[in-house]
């Protein structure tokens, strides 16, 4: 059975940076591309990155561009996400997600595995 499953959520300071994991268990997920996504109260699931299978094509959503960084390590099935800079605004739900087929994309409905999410609260 396939699973992603995400952690290193947690409580930080305006600021202060957070490294979230998304480890992927029952496939190989090394083909595929992933991506992270978020989620805050009352707000619609929103794109915040997204890599290709072999590290290339990596996008981001206009509001983490240059503060967040996604990267892969295809021997440990694990995808990461980076946050430097972190902003109150930041504040969500973050879950990890596995497209197995075609391009790096930000629209959610493309995506075909999820994790269960963690959680990022960015006090001011």
């Known amino acids: 059975q396939e699973q992603l499953v995400e952690s290193g959520g947690g409580l930080v300071q305006a600021g202060g940076s957070l490294r979230l994991s998304c480890a992927a268990s029952?496939?190989?997920?090394?083909?595929?591309?992933m991506g992270w996504f978020r989620q805050a109260p009352g707000q619609e699931r929103e794109f915040v990155a997204a890599?290709?299978?072999?590290?290339?094509?990596?996008r981001y959503a206009e509001s983490v561009k240059g503060r967040f960084t996604i990267f892969r390590d295809n021997a440990k099935n694990t995808v990461y996400l980076q946050m430097n800079s972190l902003k109150p605004e930041d504040t969500a739900v973050y879950y990890c997600?596995?497209?197995?087929?075609?391009?790096?994309?930000?629209?959610?409905?493309?995506?075909?595995?999820w994790g269960q999410g963690t959680q990022v609260t960015v006090s001011s």
């Open positions: 997600a596995a497209k197995r087929f075609g391009l790096v994309s930000p629209d959610f409905r493309s995506y075909d595995y």
């Open positions: 029952g496939r190989t997920f090394s083909t595929y591309v």
């Open positions: 890599i290709k299978w072999n590290g290339a094509n990596e």
